[in-house]
């Protein structure tokens, strides 16, 4: 069965062998069989002795000495023909494995040996196999000079660091998927600290619906939630402003036709006070989409306006519901973050930098807590970003590089159209699709990819697949896969934390990982766990816990949009605004304001009654 060591083929540079007193025939074997994808190995399982060797295990990378070449292989099972155990003699045992390339010797004598993918020798009947050595398999993961960043070791040698090609893996994104609670936040973690250090330029935008990466990235992070977000209702297209009106119901087309009618002339009401309802039009017209500030107030007056015309009188029920949906949405406390009364003026070069980091003063990342936030809160305003962000870069003209991450990303780009919001869908998409060529790049983190959109999964160029247990999301990342190491993927269901498998083009090929660790305090969730944790054990605040629940904010003053009183002869945006001294009770008044057709007191708030 085995070959003496004068026998076989010798190699043409030396390599580091094993200790002098180890039986080197031992971790030999033969070739038995070979088709283009795969070969069987024959092999002892035990030595002469009669001791097991262990040598020969699932997951471990073979080499196949040809000569000038050696071909190498990925073993993905081992048995024995009969099932049989002896104790007395040998006990032979078939080793199968998957062919991943050839590895050659450098032209130049002491050179780095060269891989290749493709195999031109394959192996004969007979060929020795043993273990790869460490520099073949050093050659296997060489990412010849591309830039790169170290993310941890490979699985089969701790010694040997396991590099990405950086530049590769954003600009054709990305994607990290894993089952719940191996690891994947932290991986995440993991890379974007090691991105930002190999690239400072890059501007991260984080869609985090567990609040939990701001703190694992302290020194590069800025928090933004519902609370300090600024993003004016104005900076939404029609059909995001909709989501918001219709709270994620189906929406009624007679309304959203008239809100394409009247959003543009509130528009021009904000830009030329005194034109009145006349629209102009021409390459400088507006549209409904234009992100140009306007005031509710002026909205609804266009509204009561059109209600009074004579013509009109059929489709008085529908504006008069539409008149009603614009009011509970400027008056609900989750949306002050759209209407609060500053955000109508024109600050969308201040909005826009704050949440791109433009200039980023050393913090690059921008974080989106979402936790606790209503569906249709998060999927207009995520629809905004991603917009936004693809917007930024396509005319910056390559300047501005974004990263926009989407953690739980089936929840955005479900594969159910029915289930996501169109206009995000869209939005992720076009930057699936087109934002590798202006520097806008997406990375998709979830635990479900079969539940994800497979166009844009598809889209996505390097994965890092960690233990995955359903069946489904095995097969999604098994049709994936691009080059002939399938069978890495047998090990989906079993590998343990921090391990992945990489594969695509941010690596050299098909590689099965460990992450670095990251300190305890730089785990993503850790320091809000702490924070969070009570006192003394069982010590709930059931009180706080309600007031939460209830989404009810502590009194501020002033800080509320829809709580301010305002000057009814001024609006904010106009150029001499200027908020007068609140009063401690604003009486109600039956008099119309002449100017805006609103009551002074109930522009977002209710009637207040003695």
Same mark, same amino acid.
């Given at each position: 069965?085995?070959?003496?060591? =004068?026998?076989?083929?010798? =190699?043409?540079?030396?390599?580091?062998?094993?200790?002098?007193?180890?039986?080197?025939?031992?971790?030999?074997?033969?070739?038995?069989?070979?088709?283009?994808?795969?070969?069987?190995?024959?092999?002892?399982?035990?030595?002469?002795?009669?001791?097991?060797?262990?040598?020969?295990?699932?997951? #471990?990378?073979?080499?196949?000495?040809?000569?000038?070449?050696?071909?190498?292989?990925?073993?993905?099972?081992?048995? #024995?023909?009969?099932?049989?155990?002896?104790?007395?003699?040998?006990?032979?045992?078939?080793?199968?494995?998957?062919?991943?390339?050839?590895?050659?010797?450098?032209?130049?004598?002491?050179?780095?040996?060269?891989?290749?993918?493709?195999?031109?020798?394959?192996?004969?009947?007979?060929?020795? %196999?043993?273990?790869?050595?460490?520099?073949?398999?050093?050659?296997?993961?060489?990412?010849?000079?591309?830039?790169?960043?170290?993310?941890?070791?490979?699985?089969?040698?701790?010694?040997?660091?396991?590099?990405? %090609?950086?530049?590769?893996?954003?600009?054709?994104?990305? *994607?990290?998927?894993?089952?719940?609670?191996?690891?994947?936040?932290?991986?995440?973690?993991?890379?974007?600290?090691?991105?930002?250090? &190999?690239?400072?330029?890059?501007?991260?935008?984080?869609?985090?619906?567990?609040?939990?990466?701001? *703190?694992?990235?302290?020194?590069?992070?800025?928090?933004?939630?519902?609370?300090?977000?600024?993003?004016?209702?104005?900076?939404?297209?029609? =059909?995001?402003?909709?989501?918001?009106?219709?709270?994620?119901?189906?929406?009624?087309? =007679?309304?959203?036709?008239?809100?394409?009618?009247?959003?543009?002339?509130?528009?021009?009401?904000?830009?030329?006070?005194?034109?009145?309802?006349?629209?102009?039009?021409?390459?400088?017209?507006?549209?409904?989409?234009?992100?140009?500030?306007?005031?509710?107030?002026?909205?609804?007056?266009?509204?009561?306006?059109?209600?009074?015309?004579?013509?009109?009188?059929?489709?008085?029920? $529908?504006?008069?519901?539409?008149?009603?949906?614009?009011?509970?949405?400027? %008056?609900?406390?989750?949306?002050?973050?759209?209407?609060?009364?500053?955000?109508?003026?024109?600050?969308?070069?201040?909005?826009?930098?704050?949440?791109?980091?433009?200039?980023?003063?050393?913090?690059?990342?921008?974080?989106?807590?979402?936790?606790?936030?209503?569906?249709?809160?998060?999927?207009?305003?995520?629809?905004?970003?991603?917009?936004?962000?693809?917007?930024?870069?396509?005319?910056?003209?390559?300047?501005?590089?974004?990263?926009?991450?989407?953690?739980?990303?089936?929840?955005?780009?479900?594969?159910?159209?029915?289930?996501?919001?169109?206009?995000?869908?869209?939005?992720?998409?076009?930057?699936?699709?087109?934002?590798? #060529?202006?520097?806008?790049?997406?990375?998709?983190?979830?635990?479900?990819?079969?539940?994800?959109?497979?166009?844009?999964?598809?889209?996505?160029? $390097?994965?890092?697949?960690?233990?995955?247990?359903?069946?489904?999301?095995?097969?999604?990342?098994?049709?994936?896969?691009?080059?002939?190491?399938?069978?890495?993927?047998?090990?989906?269901?079993?590998?343990?934390?921090?391990? %992945?498998?990489?594969?695509?083009?941010?690596?050299?090929?098909?590689?099965?990982?460990?992450?670095?660790?990251?300190?305890?305090?730089?785990?993503?969730?850790?320091?809000?766990?702490?924070?969070?944790?009570?006192?003394?054990?069982?010590?709930?605040?059931?009180?706080?816990?309600?007031?939460?629940?209830?989404?009810?904010?502590?009194?501020?003053?002033?800080?509320?949009?829809? &709580?301010?009183?305002?000057?009814?002869?001024?609006?904010?945006?106009?150029?001499?605004?200027?908020?007068?001294?609140?009063?401690?009770?604003?009486?109600?008044?039956?008099?119309?304001?002449?100017?805006?057709?609103?009551?002074? *007191? $109930?522009?977002?708030?209710?009637?207040?009654?003695?």
């Amino acid at each position: 069965m085995y070959v003496e060591r =004068e026998a076989s083929v010798g =190699e043409p540079t030396s390599q580091e062998r094993r200790k002098a007193d180890q039986n080197d025939k031992r971790i030999l074997g033969n070739v038995v069989q070979c088709d283009g994808a795969r070969a069987t190995i024959s092999a002892y399982a035990d030595d002469i002795d009669g001791a097991v060797t262990g040598l020969w295990t699932v997951g #471990k990378m073979i080499s196949i000495n040809l000569g000038t070449t050696r071909t190498v292989g990925l073993v993905y099972a081992i048995g #024995k023909s009969d099932r049989a155990w002896s104790s007395e003699g040998q006990n032979a045992i078939e080793v199968s494995i998957e062919l991943v390339g050839e590895v050659r010797d450098g032209a130049e004598p002491g050179a780095k040996p060269v891989f290749d993918r493709g195999i031109t020798t394959y192996p004969h009947i007979g060929a020795v %196999a043993h273990r790869i050595r460490t520099r073949d398999l050093q050659a296997v993961y060489d990412l010849a000079g591309r830039h790169s960043i170290t993310v941890g070791s490979l699985a089969q040698d701790e010694a040997i660091a396991a590099n990405i %090609a950086i530049d590769d893996t954003l600009a054709r994104h990305f *994607a990290v998927v894993g089952t719940t609670g191996v690891g994947k936040s932290t991986a995440v973690s993991l890379l974007l600290r090691k991105s930002i250090e &190999a690239r400072p330029d890059l501007r991260i935008l984080i869609l985090d619906p567990h609040n939990e990466f701001a *703190a694992s990235l302290p020194e590069y992070c800025v928090k933004v939630d519902s609370k300090t977000l600024d993003l004016p209702f104005w900076m939404f297209k029609l =059909e995001e402003f909709a989501e918001v009106l219709f709270r994620g119901r189906e929406t009624v087309p =007679e309304e959203i036709d008239a809100l394409r009618d009247l959003i543009p002339l509130a528009k021009n009401l904000y830009r030329n006070p005194n034109s009145g309802a006349y629209l102009r039009r021409g390459s400088d017209a507006l549209t409904a989409d234009t992100p140009v500030p306007y005031r509710i107030a002026d909205l609804l007056k266009q509204i009561d306006e059109r209600m009074g015309m004579l013509e009109s009188k059929n489709d008085r029920p $529908t504006l008069k519901s539409l008149k009603t949906r614009i009011e509970s949405a400027s %008056a609900d406390p989750r949306y002050r973050f759209m209407f609060n009364s500053r955000l109508i003026e024109d600050t969308i070069h201040e909005t826009i930098g704050n949440i791109f980091r433009v200039p980023h003063h050393g913090r690059p990342v921008t974080c989106f807590e979402m936790a606790g936030m209503p569906s249709e809160v998060v999927n207009s305003v995520c629809s905004v970003l991603a917009r936004l962000a693809f917007d930024l870069a396509l005319w910056s003209e390559g300047k501005l590089q974004l990263l926009l991450l989407c953690e739980e990303a089936h929840r955005y780009m479900p594969a159910d159209a029915r289930l996501g919001f169109a206009p995000t869908r869209h939005a992720l998409s076009r930057i699936a699709k087109e934002g590798r #060529k202006y520097g806008c790049y997406l990375g998709v983190v979830t635990q479900r990819p079969g539940e994800l959109d497979p166009t844009i999964l598809s889209q996505c160029s $390097t994965f890092f697949a960690m233990r995955l247990a359903n069946e489904q999301d095995q097969a999604i990342i098994r049709s994936a896969i691009a080059d002939s190491s399938a069978s890495t993927l047998a090990f989906l269901s079993s590998m343990g934390q921090r391990e %992945a498998i990489a594969f695509g083009e941010g690596v050299a090929t098909t590689m099965r990982l460990k992450f670095e660790k990251l300190p305890s305090h730089l785990l993503p969730g850790t320091a809000k766990r702490t924070e969070d944790m009570p006192s003394k054990p069982g010590d709930v605040d059931l009180v706080a816990i309600v007031e939460r629940l209830r989404n009810v904010p502590k009194p501020q003053s002033q800080a509320m949009a829809f &709580a301010e009183v305002v000057d009814t002869g001024r609006q904010a945006g106009d150029p001499d605004y200027r908020k007068p001294a609140a009063p401690a009770r604003v009486a109600a008044d039956e008099d119309f304001d002449t100017r805006y057709g609103l009551k002074p *007191a $109930t522009f977002g708030l209710r009637p207040q009654n003695d």
